[in-house]
């Protein structure tokens, strides 16, 4: 058989070397700008590529891929968020306390200003005010009027006590004379930081006459009594107040039907003004009862004005003063002595009466109760009691830091006879533990934010 003549040539290997390119246009060098963002030609090449062509790593960069770029961005938003989030962890616990609505009608004993733990004590609490008004005068009177004020009694003669009867009379440097209307005693010559010091007291005085000549102003007085005695310069008076309120001669005055008008209208205003006062007056830890409360009140007193000197000559100024008191009892103390009546098995546990003021508070009818003598009270209480069990908020608030929920469920189950129920929030959403910063938990009891 005839050989090929190529037989015996070992073929070339084949290699990229000697891989025949095919012919490409003359490459034409042309300056070009560098640009930043070199984006693919929309355009065709402006050569020929054969069919078979080769591609090589070093021919284009490579490129990543855009979902992991996204990814990571999105795994540092999430560290971002938790981490914050985690800087702003916070609990809401409400906790219900156990309560019980009772009915009560029972008697109780109190005892005046008593120290004794177990005794129910009473206090008597008492205020004074006076209201005017001034209303038109119609009428014509003839008014016989003695001006009154208020002057003080010095007494530099001895250390004893000198006593003034009622009617003493005390002179102006002008003639002018007042007497007193009670009688004083004075006390004598006192010690003060090592020096003397007269004794002084108070007493209210009227002139001798009816007349607007006896309204004067600040003066001094001298005992007429003592004129002509060692005392006579040595006990002495001057003025607290300055003298008003004299008059003689007709006058325009309120008629009576005005008079009975203004009256109840002064007596209404002024025991809705006492009853401010002494509510204002009561400590926190004391209850007072409005059926406890005894107002006394003056007759509405008229002042004249006088016509020559007022803008308003025709007017008059109705007075009106009264005092009130009250009977206050210790909170605390009432409620010991409530809940004994009502659950005399419960000895330990901490009550309070949410309702205690509402109560209807009364005194025997057969009772002979005086506010100002009596030191024994009997009285009783009636209504339904709203009962509420007490727990240390600022004890359990501590025992709760820092503890998951299902353990601080744990724990305020050992509270089991005093709350009822209890629901706990944790912020964020996945934080499942109370914090350990006490200004980041909220205890709130709910019967005490209604």
């Known amino acids: 058989m005839k050989k090929s003549i190529v037989q015996d040539v070992i073929p070339p290997r084949r290699t990229i070397r000697n891989v025949e390119l095919p012919n490409r246009p003359k490459h034409i060098e042309r300056p070009v700008q560098p640009v930043i963002d070199i984006k693919k030609a929309d355009s065709e090449p402006d050569f020929e590529v054969s069919d078979k062509t080769y591609r090589y790593e070093y021919d284009e960069p490579v490129k990543h891929s855009k979902k992991t770029f996204y990814f990571a961005i999105g795994v540092l938003i999430l560290a971002v968020v938790f981490g914050v989030s985690a800087f702003f962890k916070s609990a809401e616990i409400k906790i219900t306390p156990r309560s019980q609505i009772l009915h009560l009608d029972e008697l109780f004993k109190a005892n005046k200003d008593t120290s004794a733990p177990n005794d129910l004590g009473f206090q008597i609490v008492t205020t004074s005010k006076d209201i005017e008004k001034t209303v038109s005068a119609t009428d014509e009177q003839n008014v016989q009027k003695k001006a009154t004020g208020k002057i003080i009694v010095y ?32 006390p004598g010559i006192q ?195 709203n009962l509420v069990w007490v727990f240390d908020e600022n004890k359990l608030e501590t025992e709760l830091l820092g503890l998951s929920k299902r353990d601080a469920v744990t724990v305020i189950s050992s509270y089991e006879n005093i709350i009822k129920e209890a629901n706990i929030k944790t912020r964020p959403f996945w934080n499942t533990k109370i914090p350990n910063d006490p200004g980041k938990v909220a205890l709130i009891n709910t019967l005490e934010s209604q």
């Open 155 to 186: 007494n530099n003669f001895s250390t004893e006590t000198q006593r003034l009867i009622a009617t003493t009379r005390f002179e102006t440097p002008e003639g002018l004379i007042f007497r007193a209307i009670d009688a004083v005693n004075v």
């Open 191 to 385: 010690q003060k930081n090592g020096k003397p010091v007269a004794g002084s007291a108070e007493v209210t005085v009227e002139a001798d006459k009816p007349g607007g000549e006896y309204n004067i102003g600040m003066k001094d007085f001298t005992v007429v009594g003592f004129k002509g005695t060692t005392k006579y310069s040595k006990i002495y008076a001057r003025s607290k107040t300055e003298m008003t309120g004299g008059f003689s001669g007709v006058q325009k005055v309120v008629s009576s039907t005005d008079l009975a008008k203004f009256d109840s209208e002064l007596t209404q205003e002024l025991k809705d003004a006492l009853s401010r006062d002494i509510i204002s007056q009561i400590p926190e830890n004391y209850v007072l009862y409005e059926e406890s409360i005894q107002h006394k009140l003056e007759p509405t007193a008229q002042v004249y004005i006088n016509s020559n000197n007022s803008a308003e000559p025709n007017s008059a100024i109705l007075r009106k003063k009264g005092s009130i008191s009250a009977i206050i009892f210790d909170k605390g103390t009432l409620t010991r002595m409530i809940v004994s009546k009502t659950l005399p098995d419960l000895t330990d546990d901490l009550i309070k009466i949410v309702n205690l003021d509402s109560l209807v508070f009364s005194i025997p009818a057969e009772s002979t109760f005086d506010q100002n003598t009596s030191t024994v009270l009997n009285f009783s209480l009636k209504g339904e009691v």
